[in-house]
């Protein structure tokens, strides 16, 4: 993964995101240990974990991915793909915001990253880029056959304990949930909000035993598989 901050950051990036990957790394949680991807792994992905002023302090950016993918059909994410051959993490995190939402790659300061996860359901290496769009603006989905829709999400809206949960996901897996503007996040996405959150220096008490459902739609997904197909037998 890149460490290296790639431009010079505008003194109007928050101190938190700042200081975030550093914070992370000097205390790691499990969850990086738990989800380390192999030496060499098969596919390699990045998302950009983008920040931006809001109306009443910061804005995080978050898409729902379109209902007719193949995997993760409906469910939330940062904006983010796979490296073209020859891309560096940064590089691809950029390229995909920009091809999915609209943000002038130019226009973003890269503030730092987070190490690889591994998503063992699609044989993935995920690096998330932390990145700060200091301009702000307004999002518009560019591919609807990979977006449905955008949102920028405030900050406080995050860590507002009323808005926190934990859900257990079809595998069996319980992780941090967020319900916020219209959007249930759950899974690889709510888990890296969790952990930036929390190193950021961010989150405020919430209580961890109240569970939530995952929603039916997310739930007939693995058990059909992709395109509404039962899983092949093994």
């Known amino acids: 993964a890149e460490r290296s901050r790639e431009r010079r950051v505008s003194a109007a990036a928050p101190d938190w995101l700042l200081t975030a990957e550093d914070s992370l790394r000097a205390d790691l949680p499990g969850w990086f240990t738990q989800f380390a991807p192999p030496e060499a792994p098969p596919r390699r992905s990045a998302v950009l974990m983008l920040v931006t002023p809001g109306e009443s302090g910061h804005d995080i950016v978050l898409t729902e991915r379109s209902g007719s993918l193949r995997s993760h059909a409906g469910q939330v994410s940062f904006p983010g793909g796979k490296l073209d051959p020859g891309e560096t993490p940064v590089e691809a995190a950029?390229?995909?915001?920009?091809?999915?939402?609209?943000?002038?790659?130019?226009?973003?300061?890269?503030?730092?990253?987070?190490?690889d996860?591994?998503?063992?359901?699609?044989?993935?290496?995920?690096?998330?880029?932390?990145?700060?769009?200091?301009?702000?603006?307004?999002?518009?989905?560019?591919?609807?056959?990979?977006?449905?829709?955008?949102?920028?999400?405030?900050?406080?809206?995050?860590?507002?304990?009323?808005?926190?949960?934990?859900?257990?996901?079809?595998?069996?897996?319980?992780?941090?949930?967020?319900?916020?503007?219209?959007l249930f996040v759950w899974g690889f996405t709510a888990q890296l909000l969790s952990v930036l959150l929390d190193a950021a220096g961010l989150t405020q008490s919430w209580d961890t035993d109240r569970r939530r459902r995952l929603p039916w739609r997310f739930v007939r997904q693995y058990l059909t598989g992709p395109g509404g197909r039962p899983p092949a037998r093994r």
């Open 94 to 115: 950029l390229r995909e915001t920009w091809e999915e939402v609209g943000v002038d790659p130019e226009r973003v300061e890269v503030v730092g990253s987070f190490p």
């Open 117 to 182: 996860l591994w998503l063992g359901p699609s044989s993935n290496a995920v690096t998330p880029v932390l990145g700060w769009w200091p301009e702000g603006g307004s999002l518009r989905v560019v591919d609807p056959g990979e977006v449905a829709r955008v949102e920028q999400v405030p900050v406080a809206q995050l860590v507002d304990p009323a808005n926190r949960f934990m859900v257990k996901g079809p595998s069996g897996y319980v992780g941090p949930g967020f319900e916020v503007a219209g």
